[in-house]
């Protein structure tokens, strides 16, 4: 498409600053409704651990705790194969926890279908994730850990859906899911 077509259709638009102002606070107040109402989804026999409750384990006592495939990827920052994790597919109301140490990091209320074949979220319960720069595949990628147990998930990119654009890219072997009111 041309460049002046483009903008004749774009200036023939009826959208208004004050119609985009209102579409962006909905997404706003949608999303801190999801941040701030996780618990909701806990299941009542479940206590939350406290994020500041650091976990630390030897290497054997993670290769124990953690099948070769949750070790590799939580501990030494792997990856699982594209479309192999049932979590991709998990569709019920509930909270996913750390797999290291059952922190909670996702309410099913901020998952969606990404379609690349890994649990995908648009955002994180707050305080649950540090992030840093990787450069293993050249260009730069944010990666996330806990922050409980230092437990590799994934990487964040910018190509999720509204209200973050964020797709949260995360392994479902460092997950684990807890179905709401069980």
Same mark, same amino acid.
């Given at each position: 498409m041309q460049r002046r077509n483009f903008l004749r259709a774009a200036l023939a638009l009826p959208i208004t600053m004050t119609a985009l102002r209102s579409v962006a606070a909905s997404a706003a107040s949608t999303l801190e409704s999801v941040r701030a109402n996780w618990r909701t989804l806990m299941p009542k026999s479940f206590t939350a651990p406290s994020p500041t409750d650091v976990v630390t384990l030897s290497e054997?006592?993670?290769? +124990? $705790?953690?099948?070769?495939? +949750?070790?590799?990827?939580?501990? $030494? +920052?792997?990856?699982?194969?594209?479309?192999?994790?049932?979590?991709d597919g998990e569709k019920r109301p509930g909270i996913f926890v750390c797999r290291g140490c059952e922190l909670p990091v996702f309410s099913s209320a901020m $998952?969606?279908?990404?379609g690349t074949g890994w649990p995908s979220f648009y955002t994180a319960i707050p305080g649950s994730f540090a992030t840093k720069r990787d450069f293993k595949l050249v260009w730069p990628r944010t990666e996330y850990h806990c922050v409980r147990c230092g437990g590799h998930h994934g990487?964040?990119?910018?190509?999720?859906?509204?209200?973050?654009?964020?797709?949260?890219?995360?392994n479902g072997a460092a997950l684990k899911f807890l179905p709401a009111g069980e």
């Open positions: 054997d006592a993670w290769r +124990e $705790k953690l099948s070769a495939l +949750e070790y590799d990827v939580l501990r $030494k +920052e792997g990856t699982e194969r594209a479309g192999t994790s049932a979590l $998952k969606y279908d990404s990487h964040i990119f910018n190509d999720g859906p509204e209200p973050t654009g964020e797709r949260w890219c995360n």
